[in-house]
């Protein structure tokens, strides 16, 4: 039995608030079990300077963790002076992910970043962030399109990501603090709606896991992004028709 009393192929509840950031472009607040992202797509109308007169746009991304998003209070990285190495990798991942469903050629030279904000943190931010980032993203290229500025969305697809591991329990979809801090194994899998894969990370924490229990690792993931997929459609159909 999971310590939430889940079935192995459950996802906690989910549910993505748009608008939240009344001031940005898109946005929106996703949470899944005690985990909320706040996640808000600016737009400018520049790329940086690598990108400078070839004709194709930028998208990229920010993460943070407020100070009390977790047990105990984390320092301000800002008052460090520095990004940590797990900001800096999370950030990055979340920007490859959304960059691998945007045709940056037909965005132009406008550039999107996306911020991701941990408000409340038990497992999986990385995971939300992504999932919440593509529906923030999605809207801000919709406004784009409203304005006039781009003729349609340059979206190849979706994006979604998840958590699963391997527990007492055995294999398990999106795992929460309890479960992470306790796996022997425990990845996350970047999914396309189309079922391409951007990026899977996966740990052995303890003994190594075999290509067999990685493999059902796999269908719970799969299982779980239709669902995320479902979920951002539905989101951001209603955030449209509002």
């Not at 509840?13 to 929106?28: D, K, L, N």
């Not at 990108?51 to 800002?78: D, I």
């Not at 962030?129 to 784009?144: D, F, N, S, Y």
Request: hydrophobic share 45%.
């Amino acid at each position: 039995m999971r310590p939430s009393g889940r079935a192995p192929d459950a996802l906690r509840p989910v549910f993505i608030q748009t608008g939240f950031a009344r001031h940005a472009e898109g946005s929106a607040l996703i949470r899944m079990g005690g985990t909320e992202v706040l996640c808000a797509a600016s737009i400018e109308p520049r790329v940086p300077s690598f990108l400078r007169g070839k004709g194709q746009g930028w998208v990229t991304a920010e993460y943070g963790m407020l100070p009390r998003a977790t047990h105990n209070r984390g320092p301000r990285e800002a008052a460090r002076g520095k990004q940590s190495g797990r900001t800096l990798e999370i950030q990055r991942l979340i920007a490859r992910a959304l960059r691998a469903v945007v045709d940056l050629k037909a965005l132009g030279e406008i550039s999107i970043t996306v911020d991701c904000d941990v408000l409340n943190a038990d497992g999986g931010t990385r995971c939300a962030a992504i999932t919440g980032a593509w529906v923030a993203l999605r809207l801000a290229l919709e406004k784009l399109v409203r304005e006039g500025t781009l003729p349609a969305v340059p979206l190849k697809g979706q994006v979604a990501a998840i958590s699963c591991g391997l527990t007492a329990a055995g294999a398990v979809l999106d795992l929460d603090y309890d479960e992470d801090s306790n796996a022997s194994a425990d990845a996350n899998f970047v999914l396309t709606a189309d079922g391409g894969i951007v990026e899977i990370q996966g740990t052995a924490e303890k003994d190594p896991f075999t290509e067999a229990q990685f493999n059902t690792l796999m269908r719970l993931a799969r299982t779980g992004t239709a669902e995320l997929f479902h979920i951002q459609t539905v989101t951001v159909n209603e955030a449209l028709a509002s």
